[in-house]
């Protein structure tokens, strides 16, 4: 459980049921991306008249697609921007994860200061913001990749050129479909730049298409048209093949398939019909240290 002392408030973290018990009185529940892992229990906000949401616009698209939750319940924080909450000021900083993840930083006004990040990687939107987040009295650190020095990736830009070359290569597009392993949110710098070097709309699960159309902008680059020529669906369904009706695996298996995850460094069982790329958006082991060593906290809970 992520609970701020200086924000009196939850981060990524909706535990409706034990609030009396823990005699919690704000009712701002800070939520720093839409990943499943970091909504569990998000609906019962709808029960809470006072329970409101800060989080990012695409963010509150998410919410809005997967959880039928109204953008009123939210408080839209751009990144760059600080809010004042009478007692205590909080910071957005871009997490640079998935696409509208933020980290937060919350002030008092007794100069206490506390760090949430979120899921994060290290590149310039955070190098950039680096006063602001250092010398905290607490650090919450995205600790994915921490544990094992084995977690070194390539950055995301390196590897973007390297599927890129592979689609076009071994892919030989556009007469090879090409399927792509990627969550409801996420791997946007990737597909973007797919979508726009390619000058296609990507074909997606329904929910995915309508999460991005709901951003809009530039992130419109999703479509139900199946004849799109590249796809993407679950990590499940593009390297197991499993899921999927009869006329869908044969497709899948007559196409160059891709998964982009930071776990394919210590994937043992790697199919060999599958290019596994390193792509991750989480810090990768040496990232995340330099992190915590740049910003210097007192106390860290790594999360
Ligand atoms: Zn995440």
Redesign the pocket.
């Known amino acids: 459980m992520v609970f701020s002392n200086v924000a009196k408030s939850f981060f990524d973290e909706f535990p409706f049921r034990h609030r009396k018990k823990l005699a919690m009185s704000s009712d701002y529940f800070f939520l ?2 839409a ?1 499943s ?2 909504t569990g229990g998000i609906k019962s906000i709808l029960s809470s008249p006072d329970a409101t949401i800060v989080c990012s616009k695409e963010t509150a698209a998410a919410l809005k697609v997967l959880h039928r939750i109204p953008k009123e319940k939210c408080l839209i924080m751009e990144t760059n921007q600080s809010l004042d909450f009478d007692n205590f000021i909080v910071h957005a900083i871009d997490a640079n ?2 696409l509208g ?1 933020l980290m937060f930083v919350v002030e008092s006004s007794e100069n206490e200061k506390e760090v949430y990040t ?2 994060f990687r290290l590149g310039a939107p955070i190098l950039n913001e680096l006063e602001l987040l250092s010398n905290p009295d607490h650090l919450w650190v ?1 600790y994915t990749y921490g544990k094992n020095p084995k977690y070194i990736f390539p950055s995301r830009k390196e590897l973007i050129s390297e599927i890129l070359s592979l689609m076009l290569t071994e892919g030989n597009y556009p007469q090879k479909e090409i399927w792509i392993a990627a ?1 409801q ?2 791997k946007e710098k990737l597909l973007k730049t797919i979508s726009d070097a390619l000058k296609v709309k990507i074909y997606a699960p329904e929910k995915k298409v309508q999460i991005y159309s709901e951003i809009g902008g530039d992130w419109d680059i999703f479509t139900n048209d199946p004849d799109s020529g590249i796809c993407v669906e679950s990590r499940r369904r593009v390297e197991n093949l499993s899921g999927l009706d009869q006329r869908t695996e044969e497709r899948l298996m007559n196409s160059l398939r891709i998964s982009p995850t930071g776990w394919a460094i210590e994937l043992i069982t790697k199919r060999l019909d599958v290019h596994y790329f390193p792509y991750s ?2 810090c990768s082991y040496n990232e995340v240290h330099e992190f915590i060593e740049l910003v210097n906290p007192q106390e860290i809970t790594k999360i």
Do not use: A, E, K, R
Request: charged share 25%.
């Open positions: 720093s991306h990943h892992d970091h994860h998935c993840s979120g899921d995205d969550y949110i996420g958006d989480h």
